[in-house]
C-alpha cells in the first residue's frame, strides 16, 4: 500500500504533454517539482529527494543534432540513478511511445529509456508505470513537431495549407485532457502495478477525417456557424483549433441589420440546435406583428423592460407578460400565435433570442399579422 502521493517531480515540464500535466497537478494541489533541459544532476537530485512520484516525460522527438537520442537515454540513465539514490521507492510514469518498434533510432532510444526504468523496478527501487502513447493532441501542442492535428489546426487557424499524402492512413488520438485526469487518478490509487498501462478513450480515425473535421471549424468560424460536435473526439478536437487560433483572432465582428426600430445581429448558427441572435429596441418602438406555423423562439431581456403580446390567429385568445432583465424569464413565441414585443422602458431594450431553426430566406416561416 502507498499512501497518496503529494510530491511529483516532472521531467519534460515545457513540453507539450508536461505543461498541461503540471497545470493539472497544481489545481489537484499536487506540490511539483519540474525539471527542464539542460538541468543540473544537483536539480535532478534535489527534485527527487521528496518526490512520491515521478513523471518522466522528456524525449527527443524530431532532434536537431543526430546524437540528442543518445543525450535522452543518457539522462533516463542519470534520472533512475537518483531515483534509486533517493532511496524512496517512488511511482515512476513513462511516457513511452507506441512507435517504440518501428526501426530508427526513436524506437531504439525509447526501448532503452523503458529498459532503463523497468531495472529499477526488478531491483525494487521504485514502481514504474509504462505508457505506450498514440498521437497525444490538445492545446499548446508544436506544429510541425508535436502531431499533425497540432500542424492542421495551426494552418487551418491562418488559412494556411495544409500537405496530407494519405487521407486514409489511419491515425490513434488520445486527448491531452484525458491523458493528465487518467494520470491524476493514478496518483490516487492506493496501490498501482508495475508494468505497462494504457489511458482513453483512444480515437481511432484517419489523417482525412481529422483533416475534414478542422476544416469544417475553420469554414464554420467564418460563416458563423457552430457544428453538432455530439462527439467527444469532435469537442476535444474544437478544443484544440481553439487553442491554435492567433491572437487577432480572439475576436470577431458581426452584420448589425440597422433600421428605425433598432439593431439586430445573428450571433451564430447551429446545424441541429438552431439560430441565436440579439436585437435592441428603443424606447416604446414595437417589434414583431407576425406568426409562425412551426418556428420556435425563445426571448431573454437581458437590459430593460420589454411587454409581450399573443393573439391566436384561429381563436383570437391573447396574453400579455410584461418581463424585465432584472427578473431573468425566458417568453416563448407560439406557433399559431401572433406576436409583438415593445419597448417599456425608458432604456434601450436588449433582447437575446434563441429560434429552433436557422432563418431560411426561402422558407421564412414568419407570416406579418397584427396582434
Request: a negative charge; charged letters at 25%; one cysteine or more.
Amino acid at each position: 500500500m502507498r499512501s497518496e502521493a503529494r510530491v511529483v517531480a516532472v521531467t519534460g515540464a515545457g513540453g507539450f504533454i508536461g505543461r498541461n500535466l503540471v497545470w493539472r497537478l497544481r489545481e489537484a494541489g499536487y506540490d511539483v517539482r519540474i525539471l527542464m533541459r539542460g538541468c543540473t544532476q544537483a536539480e535532478i537530485a534535489a527534485a527527487l529527494a521528496h518526490a512520491d512520484t515521478v513523471f518522466h516525460l522528456a524525449a527527443a522527438i524530431r532532434p536537431r543534432e543526430p546524437d540528442e537520442f543518445d543525450r535522452s537515454v543518457r539522462f533516463t540513465h542519470a534520472l533512475a540513478a537518483e531515483i534509486a539514490k533517493a532511496g524512496r521507492c517512488p511511482l515512476v510514469v513513462y511516457s513511452s511511445s507506441r512507435k517504440i518498434t518501428a526501426p530508427g533510432a526513436f524506437g531504439s532510444a525509447t526501448k532503452a529509456s523503458e529498459e532503463a526504468l523497468f531495472q529499477l523496478d526488478r531491483r525494487g527501487e521504485a514502481v514504474v508505470a509504462a505508457y505506450r502513447l498514440p498521437n497525444v493532441f490538445g492545446k499548446w501542442g508544436r506544429p510541425n513537431y508535436n502531431s499533425c492535428v497540432a500542424t492542421f489546426c495551426h494552418n487551418f487557424a491562418r488559412d494556411l495549407p495544409i500537405r496530407i499524402d494519405d487521407p486514409n492512413a489511419p491515425l490513434s488520438l488520445l486527448y491531452i485532457d484525458d491523458l493528465t485526469e487518467h494520470w491524476c487518478g493514478l496518483l490516487r490509487r492506493p496501490m498501482v502495478e508495475s508494468g505497462f498501462h494504457e489511458a482513453g478513450p483512444v480515437h481511432e480515425t484517419t489523417v482525412g477525417e481529422v483533416a475534414s473535421i478542422l476544416s469544417a471549424f475553420a469554414e464554420d468560424r467564418r460563416l458563423g456557424r457552430i457544428g453538432d460536435m455530439e462527439s467527444h473526439l469532435e469537442r476535444s478536437l474544437y478544443a484544440t483549433f481553439v487553442a491554435a487560433l492567433p491572437e487577432s483572432a480572439f475576436t470577431y465582428g458581426l452584420t448589425a441589420h440597422t433600421d428605425p426600430r433598432g439593431n439586430f445581429m445573428e450571433v451564430f448558427r447551429t446545424q441541429a440546435a438552431g439560430q441565436f441572435s440579439v436585437f435592441t429596441s428603443g424606447p416604446g418602438v414595437i417589434r414583431g406583428g407576425h406568426y409562425h406555423h412551426s418556428k420556435v423562439e425563445k426571448f431573454l431581456v437581458v437590459h430593460g423592460q420589454a411587454r409581450f403580446r399573443f393573439r391566436n390567429i384561429s381563436s383570437d385568445e391573447r396574453f400579455e407578460v410584461k418581463v424585465s432583465a432584472g427578473e431573468p424569464t425566458i417568453v416563448e413565441t407560439i406557433p399559431g400565435w401572433t406576436h409583438d414585443v415593445t419597448n417599456g422602458g425608458e432604456d434601450m431594450l436588449v433582447c437575446l433570442l434563441w429560434a429552433n431553426e436557422a432563418f431560411d430566406p426561402l422558407r421564412p416561416d414568419t407570416y406579418p399579422c397584427p396582434v
